[in-house]
């Protein structure tokens, strides 16, 4: 079942603006993990945070984890139009989701257009 | 190249037709995964593997069946039980709890 939901849906930006998504999930896990999707491609690992760690970067891209308020979020500064895709958010290795294993369960993904 | 691979990348079926899409790895990863994808929605689990000879069921297994008789190697049949076979199907693989990499996808059709 799908257990992140990203907000929000679409977004639409100009180069050079950062962009923020958001990610709500339901119950605990045990990482967190942003994808990216082209259209029509397969997905790219982006970053994965841990669930004791609470911020994570990677070049523009900047990640935060709240386990409290079961959400994180996904910055990306400078945009450029290269970043325009989808990004999805997925948790993996909930304790209550053992019929998965180690599979992910992802969001709906925010649409993110970056123009120039 | 280490990579995951996928053929075909477009495929036909017509109505009452079983037909397998490949998924290839050389990556050494234990984990395989099938996921479905349609349009504006996240991806949905079909089956998964662990291990050689060993797989799971998803979320949404009904109409599709996998074999892992190689570690290479996780092929997903869509079956004449699968009553709208038409989306989006990826496949990934991985080492256990960590970061997944995809294949390019197979873009599935009924006529």
């Known amino acids: 079942s799908q257990q992140g939901e990203e907000d929000p849906q679409a977004l639409s930006i100009q180069e050079g603006e950062n962009a923020t998504m958001n990610c709500s999930y339901k119950t605990s896990i045990n990482n967190l993990q942003w994808y990216r999707q082209n259209s029509g491609r397969g997905l790219v690992h982006l970053i994965l945070i841990r669930s004791n760690e609470r911020e994570k970067h990677s070049g523009r891209l900047r990640v935060t984890l709240d386990t409290s308020k079961k959400s994180s979020s996904l910055l990306i500064t400078a945009s450029r139009a290269a970043d325009t895709a989808s990004y999805f958010c997925?948790?993996?290795?909930?304790?209550?989701?053992?019929?998965?294993?180690?599979?992910?369960?992802f969001g709906k993904g925010t649409s993110l257009l970056v123009t120039p | 190249d280490g990579g995951i691979t996928q053929s075909p990348k477009y495929l036909f079926r017509k109505e009452g037709q079983n037909v397998t899409l490949s998924c290839e790895q050389n990556l050494n990863h234990d984990a395989m995964y099938w996921y479905r994808q349609d349009p504006g929605q996240g991806l949905r689990l079909i089956y998964y593997s662990q291990i050689v000879n060993d797989f799971q069921k998803g979320d949404i297994a009904e109409g599709y069946s996998v074999s892992r008789e190689k570690k290479e190697s996780f092929p997903l049949t869509v079956t004449s039980a699968q009553k709208n076979p038409t989306a989006f199907y990826l496949c990934a693989s991985s080492f256990t709890r960590t970061e997944q990499f995809f294949g390019p996808g197979t873009r599935l059709t009924v006529l």
């Open positions: 997925a948790t993996g290795g909930s304790k209550t989701n053992s019929n998965s294993g180690y599979a992910l369960n």
